[in-house]
């Protein structure tokens, strides 16, 4: 009878036993190659296929705010052999700002581990002849609806940060979206528009070159790459700190084992120097944290944006 048992275990254990992973994994990256999404994930695929001895294939799947490529993962085998890695749109905000979602990223979806997070800048057309983010509400106030700001598209952190900041100065300014940052970059640079929000690396060359000024980060410190930009925090608005920030996830019903594999590497993977290094000139921090942190801190931005969303009637178009 002994015998027998073993037999039947070593019969079982090619499928239960089997290492994860045994074939290539799919990386679907909600958004174009060369963005910043499009960087950290093929650091992070990188890494993995070191790591684990399998090709980590990233797949660019753009479109509706990030819902495309998340559809796609929210619909696979939940195997560990389709993963996702997006940002705050498709885990924490989608949800509230568009009418119609094809799949419920709280049921559908996993959240693996927060992978870095970056500050905003805010700023302004030297043409206005604003030096402070005081100057500028001031300005704001005098001015309402007489200044326009670029975001990158409805519903992005650059979109909702600036709804946050209308909200809480009680501010008027009008919204001109853009598909994407070179455009709203383009245009703020030619006059077109007179201000945004935007990652700091992406419009530093154009503050030390004068052609923007630079009036704030949203976070709750100084940046090292603008240290002499001040923070909302030092401005005496911490509620205004808003970060940028991209995530692993994988459909819902994901072992645990594969879990606990995928995370631990990537908690690895993304602390190496070289990552941290290339993520660094990105403005992007690594965090590399747990699903239990992820998901704690999803359902902290939802609820701070869920409330921004519906105070301002802002939409995805």
């Known amino acids: 009878m002994r015998l027998l048992l073993l037999l039947l275990i070593a019969v079982a254990n090619p499928v239960w036993g089997q290492t994860y992973p045994s074939k290539p994994v799919r990386v679907i990256v909600t958004f174009p190659p ?9 650091a992070l695929a990188g ?6 001895g399998q090709p980590f294939v990233v797949e660019n799947r753009s479109g509706a705010g990030g819902n495309v490529g998340a559809d796609a993962v929210a619909k696979a085998a939940p195997d560990g052999y389709t993963l996702l890695v997006s ?15 094809p799949f419920d990223p709280d049921k559908d979806l996993v959240p693996l581990s927060l992978l870095a997070t970056a500050p905003q800048m805010l700023v302004v ?7 402070d983010f005081k100057g500028f509400i ?5 001015n309402p609806g007489k200044l326009s700001y670029g975001s990158v598209g409805g519903g992005s952190a650059s979109h909702l940060t600036m709804e946050l900041l209308k909200s809480d100065a009680a501010v008027d300014l009008v919204h001109v979206p853009y598909k994407g940052f070179p455009p709203a970059v383009t245009d703020l640079l030619s006059g077109n528009i007179h201000t945004m929000f935007a990652i700091v690396p992406g419009v530093l060359p154009h503050v030390k070159a004068g052609k923007m000024t630079p009036l704030a980060v949203t976070a709750l410190k100084r940046s090292g790459l603008a240290p002499e930009v001040p923070s909302v925090a030092e401005l005496g608005l911490p509620q205004l700190e808003s970060l940028a920030w991209i995530g692993l996830g994988a459909p819902a019903g994901l072992p645990a084992d594969v879990v606990d ?4 590497e990537t908690a690895r993977g993304m602390r190496r120097s070289e990552v941290r290094e290339l993520l660094g000139r990105q403005g992007f921090d690594v965090v590399a944290g747990s699903p239990a942190e992820f998901s ?9 944006w869920t409330r921004v969303i519906r105070t301002s009637g802002a939409t995805a178009e």
């Not at 060369?34 to 093929?42: A, F, H, K, Y």
């Open 34 to 42: 060369g963005s910043t999404p499009d960087i950290v994930g093929r």
């Open 47 to 52: 890494r993995l296929q070191e790591a684990l």
């Open 87 to 101: 940002t705050n749109g498709v885990f924490a905000i989608n949800k509230a700002l568009y009418k119609s979602m």
């Open 125 to 131: 057309q030297p043409s206005l002849g604003l030096k």
């Open 138 to 142: 001031e300005y704001a106030k005098r």
């Open 261 to 264: 594999r995928i995370t631990s």
């Open 296 to 304: 704690k801190w999803i359902q902290a931005e939802s609820a701070k």
